[in-house]
């Protein structure tokens, strides 16, 4: 149907994965909601070494709680674990909510967890519980993506109702970095529309000192604007993979509330931002401040003064399938190619998103990789000679063997600070990735030349 | 007299009960639970040969949020993640093979073995899919292992099952077997599903065995060198080891094989040619040590090079045992040429750090090994504790047989190892081992923790998130040490935390340059400026509020 090629070699095993687990998905997302414990139906493996990952990249405390199965556990099942655990996390937390994610564990063994949550909950008959939100997470169905969107889904399905319309917007933005929430509630607030955002881990994975101790890091959508969000004027959700899938939770918000769902791909450059912009404003009935016209003039005049520096440039980007459509969107707009686009995530649907971007002409140039891993994506770097690498930290040895810099984005990035505070989305997101990367293809050259520039 | 031995009972910790902080640390917990956790949280009373009993080695309390990981991550993460020319393939779904993936900083290199194998890069995994739960991964795992072997041609593959694997009921002896018998090099498997055991340390346990069963003896050859030598328990994180080997070289002691920092499978195949083992992390890699014993005859003797004071103690053990004057002036010397250093280091930074309070809870050694560094540096343990340890890493090997064997220690198998008939012989005469005694050495010995602390102070076994929280309100301590999971929550508190896991992209800190590098990271972080900005100027000086008011 097009030139776009496949995996070019298939081989069985993968190597250096460029994807994570479900249940990691769904944990950040549970992090993202105001007073919420994560907890792990399975062994302690698990949420240990995604409590890890999770902490290395955004430096801050994440509590995840877990069943702890242990062998018996795994022949006879786990709805005592479970409901041991839940007994303790109130003790402990008073949550606000407790997110329940499954682990392959508990998924092999075909374990009922909504039974457990009825049984636990006709335990405590005349206590007030908060809600407690279950979301089944094998990882050999699929990535941490799927893991991700299942959450918010399984969150809006499980508390939204429908309520008096009270004008507001939901906003379901996927897997962005806390700054990215911050600038995304920024313009909510600039508007002046009332938003549910979901998740929100803006605070709880990138805040500030404490004076005085905190049992659950402040901050998170509280679950009361997840209630309301049944009686919303609309919802935007990012991801154009997401649109294509059967399920999302604004469609979910429709089919149940007939709340309307617009579905774009994340806002990086110019036109998705762009779109996005319109669609609130449309949606709300207000204009777009003022502030956002001049952050996308002043866009536009980077690119105009930056442009010869990155045109034709030579790029791989990897990474979840939404970033990755979205920055190829963005690249393009740049007069950037990208040789290679590689996800660890097989939807199936990237190769197509893809190639209604790209013009005919242009996709010879190009590759795209699904459920791609680093052995893949790096022999094809190579071959392609790539300018550069736009990716999460996972891509460093390739960068550093293949002598081709890396630009890190997205998640996880493990060998620096400040993977939190990654601008990637609006008209100044867009900034700041074309800012790194117009510097960093002159830094190679400037690397590279015997002239030794030191002004341009 | 009586009342003063009564008055002896009530200990003081940082001017406040002990006792009182453990009740409030229980207060949070259902009744079941805090009896439970009450025996994993002792005060230290330590007289003469009476240490407490401290449960340990026992299942999480599920919903506590704890330090521990998975029988899996023991095995593949510890204890064979470090061995650089050993094709590691995890057999599971993606994550957990994903999440040990180059995530402990073990160095290794790679120049020191003519094929410069190292694919400690790489991480293998047959990332299974509905399909593979469904009807079976053996076929995938075949596929994968030959991959390994196409792609690397590497001396051995080593396939490790997770949690699903167990269930579905693949069999990965029977593939690992099958597959070497048809490509010819070492493929053996571990079947350490996470669900197993309580801990890591079942996955230890069960590395130990396989490395014992399918590995060492393999190579009869015995190489050159004096004084020849095992390092057991040892990982390199952040290159410790080649500090020690570096030292031994200087002593002129000839290290045969390491387990298993900066290590190679060649050297385990060929580690029963030595004459002594040495143990650094008891916890971890125990079960070695004392099958090699009964199998090969070379005894071992519990080392610790985390401290300077410590080295220098270990290097003269070693020294007494091979009882060789030659060996014994050399220690001495190369003691006596580096300590001085070190000295230097520690006096430059003492006046800074004396009298500061640290807390540890670390794995099933270092918690006790780096209290070696904080008395040099003149710093108080107020509290301390593992995430996997035993009692015998708590309370010393002497209540070994007094140890309840439960269901979930029952279920990792114990080897029975006897004489090799051919290749035992033992290193010492009976008459020799027991001059070495009297003269001081102890052989198959480890005190533990326990007897080493301070009566009063807070011993808590796999201490949980909510008792971390607890105890660091309740004293504020100067430095609390643990891993990356905790760090960002104590330092939330305003304290600093040290990583001794990975050591925070820092190290070495083992033997005598390490102990510098120790000196001067502890004093930089406990004497950081940053920590006096916490507060904002209007928030600790009233006057100045009115200043900044914004109305
Ligand atoms: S078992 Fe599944 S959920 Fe657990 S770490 Fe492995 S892949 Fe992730
Ligand atoms: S699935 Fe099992 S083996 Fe894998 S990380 Fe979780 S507990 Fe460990």
């Known amino acids: 149907m097009n030139n776009l090629a496949i995996k070019k070699e298939e081989y069985t095993a993968t190597k250096n994965a460029c994807k994570l687990c479900t249940p990691l998905g769904a944990s950040l997302v549970f992090k993202g909601i105001r007073g919420a414990v994560p907890l792990l139906h399975g062994s302690q493996g698990c949420s240990t070494y995604i409590r890890r990952y999770l902490i290395s990249h955004y430096k801050e405390p994440i509590d995840i709680a877990c069943s702890n199965f242990a062998e018996e556990t795994a022949i006879f099942g786990g709805g005592a674990n479970l409901k041991i655990a839940l007994e303790n996390i109130r003790r402990q937390y008073d949550p606000e909510l407790v997110g329940i994610a499954t682990t392959c564990l508990s998924e092999t063994i075909g374990d009922d967890v909504p039974m457990f949550i009825r049984e636990y909950k006709d335990m405590c008959e005349g206590q007030e519980l908060p809600p407690i939100v279950h979301i089944s997470t094998p990882s050999y169905q699929g990535t941490h993506m799927q893991g991700f969107h299942g959450a918010v889904r399984a969150l809006v399905e499980g508390v939204a109702e429908k309520r008096e319309q009270d004008g507001r917007i939901n906003l379901f933005p996927g897997m962005v970095s806390p700054a990215d929430l911050r600038h995304l509630k920024e313009i909510m607030k600039d508007f002046g529309i009332p938003f549910t955002m979901l998740p929100d881990y803006s605070d709880t994975l990138d805040g500030p000192l404490w004076t005085e101790y905190q049992r659950i890091p402040p901050g998170g959508t509280p679950v009361e604007e997840i209630r309301a969000a049944g009686s919303a004027l609309g919802s935007i959700e990012f991801g154009s993979v997401l649109a294509m899938e059967k399920e999302s939770a604004g469609r979910s918000l429709f089919k149940k509330f007939a709340v309307p769902c617009h579905s774009m791909g994340l806002p990086i450059g110019v036109d998705e931002t762009d779109r996005f912009f319109n669609t609130l404003s449309s949606v709300s009935g207000k204009p777009i401040p003022a502030k956002y016209q001049e952050e996308r003039g002043r866009l536009l005049d980077s690119y105009v003064d930056g442009h010869k520096y990155v045109i034709e440039a030579r790029a791989v980007v990897y990474g979840e399938e939404d970033l990755v459509a979205s920055l190829v969107q963005f690249l393009k707009e740049i007069g950037v190619i990208p040789v ?23 996709q ?93 | 007299m009586a009342n003063a031995a009564l008055k002896e009972e009530i200990f003081e910790l940082d001017g406040m009960d002990p006792e009182k902080v453990k009740e409030e640390m229980l207060s949070a917990y259902p009744t079941k639970v805090a009896r439970k956790r009450a025996k994993q949280i002792i005060v230290n009373k330590v007289e003469g040969e009476d240490v407490p009993i401290i449960q340990s080695n026992v299942r999480t309390v599920p919903g506590l949020i704890g330090q521990r990981g ?106 690992c077997k099958e597959m070497k018998e048809k490509l010819g090099i070492n ?110 005859g070379l005894p071992w003797i519990k080392v610790n090079f985390i401290g300077a004071e410590a080295t220098a103690k270990s290097l003269r053990k070693i020294a007494a045992y091979f009882d060789d004057p030659k060996l014994t002036e050399k220690v001495e010397a190369v003691i006596a040429e580096e300590l001085p250093e070190v000295k230097k280091a520690c006096a430059e930074v003492l006046p800074r750090t004396k009298g500061k309070r640290a807390m540890l809870f670390v794995g099933g050694s270092r918690a006790h090994h780096y209290q070696e560094l904080f008395n040099e540096l003149g710093m108080e343990t107020l509290s301390a504790g593992y995430e996997f340890g035993h009692r015998d890493d708590y309370e010393g090997r002497k209540v070994l047989p007094g140890i309840k064997v439960d269901a979930d220690s029952r279920n990792i198998e114990e080897l029975k190892v006897e004489a090799d008939p051919e290749k035992f012989k033992p290193r010492k005469s009976p008459e020799e081992l027991e001059k070495l005694r009297s003269c001081g050495l102890e052989f198959a010995g480890y005190e533990g923790m326990m007897p080493e602390m301070k009566n009063g102070s807070l011993v808590i076994d796999d201490i949980s998130q909510h008792e971390t929280d607890t105890i660091v309100e309740a004293f504020k301590p100067d430095l609390f040490c643990a891993g990356i999971k905790e760090k960002y929550s104590i330092q939330k508190h305003g304290i600093p935390l040290k990583q001794l896991h990975s050591y925070d992209y820092g190290g070495p800190y083992a033997g005598f340059k390490g102990a510098v590098n120790f000196y001067k990271e502890i004093d930089r972080m406990v004497n950081s400026k940053i920590w006096g900005y916490l507060k904002a100027p209007w928030q600790t000086n009233p006057e100045l509020a009115a200043t900044y008011a914004w109305d």
């Open chain 1, 364 to 456: 010879k140039n190009i590759r795209i990789l699904e459920n791609a891993d680093f052995t893949d994506i790096e022999s094809m770097a190579e071959e392609l000679k790539a300018d550069l690498i736009i990716g999460h930290s996972k891509g460093y040895t390739m960068s550093r063997r293949l002598n081709i810099p890396l630009i890190r984005i997205g998640f996880p990035v493990h060998d620096r600070v400040g993977g939190a505070r990654i601008h990637h989305i609006g008209y100044r997101g867009t900034q700041e990735l074309f800012d790194r990367i117009a510097n960093t293809l002159i830094e190679a050259r400037q690397n590279a030349s015997s002239a030794g520039y030191t002004y341009m």
């Open chain 2, 70 to 175: 998975c029988c899996y991550a023991g095995c593949k993460g510890v204890v064979l993640g470090p061995t650089r020319d050993i094709v590691n393939i995890t057999h599971g779904p993606i994550g957990c093979g994903f999440y040990s993936w180059l995530t402990r900083r073990n160095q290794t290199d790679a120049t020191t073995t003519p094929d410069g194998h190292n694919f400690m890069t790489y991480c293998f995994s047959t990332d299974m899919q509905d399909e593979q739960i469904i009807f079976g991964g053996e076929k995938k795992l075949k596929q994968a292992i030959q991959e390994a072997y196409d792609n690397f041609h590497p001396k051995a593959i080593a396939v490790f099952a997770t949690c699903p694997v167990g269930l579905i009921g693949d069999d990965v002896h029977s593939v």
């Open chain 2, 187 to 296: 493929i053996f498997g571990f079947s350490c599903e996470g669900y197993k055991g309580v801990s890591q340390s079942a996955g230890h346990h069960i590395a130990n065995n396989q490395i014992f069963k399918h590995v060492i003896g393999n190579d009869d050859t015995v190489k050159d060198g004096d004084y020849k030598l095992n390092l057991l328990g040892e990982y390199n994180i952040g290159g410790d080891a080649f500090e020690i080997e570096r030292i031994f070289k200087k002593c002129g002691i000839t290290q045969v094989a390491s387990f298993s920092g900066n290590s190679t499978i060649d050297a385990f195949a060929n580690a029963h040619t030595a004459d002594l083992n040495l143990i650094m992390c008891h916890r971890s890699i125990n079960y070695v040590a004392e099958m090699m014993e009964k199998k090969y």
């Open chain 1, 340 to 362: 290679l686009c590689a996800s660890g995530g097989r939807s199936g649907h990237l190769q197509k998103i893809i190639a209604e971007m790209i013009p005919d002409d242009e």
